[in-house]
């Protein structure tokens, strides 16, 4: 095992004991504070600093958000929340706060495919999802 500095193995130590929505929570801090977000394959990109710089021409986002904006029939309830653990990993309790609190954001960041994907499993359930 390589040798890493006390500080860098003390933050490690930190970050690996984070549940799912810690990190989750942590990675949102990142990006909106910092500009840092975890890219496609586990790249992380960090936003430009450049005062004097030119802004971008609009470009097709790579990723997207897949947005949860309501569940729709409440009968369907249940069959979205298995469809949000299912793609998130988060525990039922999890899963179902998030249906509970629509408009709300189930995946950050998701290449268009995966993100396309996503939407049809939820839409499918009786959900109406939006990617952004």
Do not use: S
Request: proline share 5%; no cysteine; aromatic share 2%.
């Amino acid at each position: 095992m390589a040798e890493y500095a006390p500080e860098i193995k003390e933050l490690g130590d930190k970050i690996a004991v984070l549940t799912l929505l810690q990190a989750k929570a942590l990675g949102d801090y990142l990006k909106e504070a910092h500009g840092i977000e975890a890219a496609a394959g586990g790249a992380v990109m960090v936003a430009p600093q450049g005062a004097g710089a030119a802004p971008a021409a609009p470009e097709e986002k790579a990723t997207m958000d897949v947005v949860l904006i309501k569940v729709g029939d409440q009968t369907k309830k249940i069959a979205v929340i298995k469809v949000v653990r299912e793609i998130t990993g988060l525990g039922l309790k999890e899963a179902k706060d998030v249906v509970d609190k629509a408009p709300q954001a189930v995946k950050h960041g998701m290449p268009r495919e995966e993100a396309e994907q996503m939407k049809a499993k939820l839409e499918k359930e009786g959900a109406t999802v939006e990617l952004k």
